[in-house]
């Protein structure tokens, strides 16, 4: 057997235990005869117990038996599956990776968006300096802007997205009068780079840094702590709400009234820019009710959108 099918057995026995929470290994057997990777056959307690392993250590997701209710295989560190994590996109990724793959037939009727082999490229240099914990050099040419520039920073991590690849640099510099803050984060996306070099001056990370806690309080890639936190309520309408229920526009969104021909969400984050674009693209389908400063700002650029045809 290649690496290749057993990599898609893994693929399959983790995403069918985190589906169904918990299952007997009769159950997870049964289900396994019916895949066409089995060839019609169930797996074997060997095999499974292979699987299993392999699956912590290529991925961190522990599989356990709750003895005492029925002998049934579950996840027990969940807390690496939540929505955002790595181990989370890898295996919704892979799963959707198995099954277009045995669908070869099918390839002139599905059709997909894929990144440049530009960011494949940066996302191998990235890593790369992200495990050697070495600094990068970047030439970056920012939207708007007619001049390149260079920068030196620590590659802290990487996001994926809205399709699109960006990297949270950190920044030392001197403190002055003008720009008292010594140390920062800035964030690149990898479309502008033009030009990446690995340097020889190493870093170490704040062990105390997390990727969720520093996006926790923003819609997207733009983070700006003036900005206040805010507890956000909007009324959704027509098709929106029920598009909205199933993709929310935050972690924190919360459905709190289900009207005849409206959703009233809760959302608790700063409004940064890219979120008031956000919600300029459901146009008159959303009506921010508070705070009243954001749900002015809404009104003014729609104003603003009206004029570009007057």
Known sequence: ?????IFKEYIWLANTIRR???????????????????????????????????????FGINIDCDIKNGYKYYISNK???????????????????????????????????SSSSADEELLAQMTEAMK???????????????????????????????LRWYVLGHFHREATEEKTESDFFATFSFDRIENIELTDNEFRIDPSFSIEEYFKDYFGMLTDNSISLERVIIQVYGNERYYLRDLPLHHSQRLI?????????????????????QLMMYGGNIRVTAPAWLAQ???????????MYD
């Open 79 to 113: 807390s690496v599956m939540h929505d955002n994590s790595l181990q989370n996109w890898m295996l919704n990724t892979m799963a959707m990776h198995n099954i277009i793959a045995e669908s070869m037939s099918l390839q002139n009727r599905i059709a997909l968006e």
């Open 20 to 58: 169904a929470e918990k299952i007997t290994f009769a159950e997870l057997s049964s289900r396994w005869s019916r895949t066409t990777m089995s060839g019609g056959q169930k797996m074997s307690r060997t095999t499974f117990n292979r699987h299993k392993d392999a699956i912590e250590d290529l």
């Open 132 to 162: 050697r914990q070495v600094c990068v050099k970047v030439t970056y040419k920012r939207y708007g802007t007619n001049e390149s520039k260079i920068h030196i920073f620590e590659p802290y991590c990487i996001r994926f997205f809205m």
């Open 257 to 277: 009234k289900q009207a005849e021909n409206y959703d009233e969400i809760h959302l608790r984050l700063r409004p940064t820019p890219d979120f008031c674009r």
């Open 297 to 307: 700002k809404i009104k003014d650029m729609h104003k603003e959108a009206i004029k």
């Open 1 to 5: 057997m290649t690496a290749h099918s």
